[in-house]
């Protein structure tokens, strides 16, 4: 089973210029690191919605055998 965890800025006007996820990758049971740049354009949602969009792309990504 896949989980997601969505972590969005607590500054809602900032622009986040780098995501440094070498750390995230090294922890163990981590599959992927998504950003802005991964997933595309979406209108904005519930974050159940977005989660869910997340989770489907997620298993697009890395497909999950059996």
């Known amino acids: 089973m896949v989980f997601v ?3 969005v800025s607590p500054m809602p006007n900032a622009i986040v ?3 440094d996820a070498s ?3 090294k922890m163990e049971g981590v599959i992927d690191i998504l ?4 997933v595309p354009a979406m ?3 519930s974050d ?4 869910a969009s997340l989770t489907a792309l997620l298993h697009r990504l890395h497909p999950v055998n059996g």
């Open 43 to 45: 209108p904005s949602t």
């Open 23 to 25: 750390e995230a990758l």
């Open 17 to 19: 210029r780098n995501v």
């Open 35 to 38: 950003t802005a740049e991964e």
């Open 5 to 7: 965890k969505l972590l």
């Open 48 to 51: 159940a919605d977005l989660a």
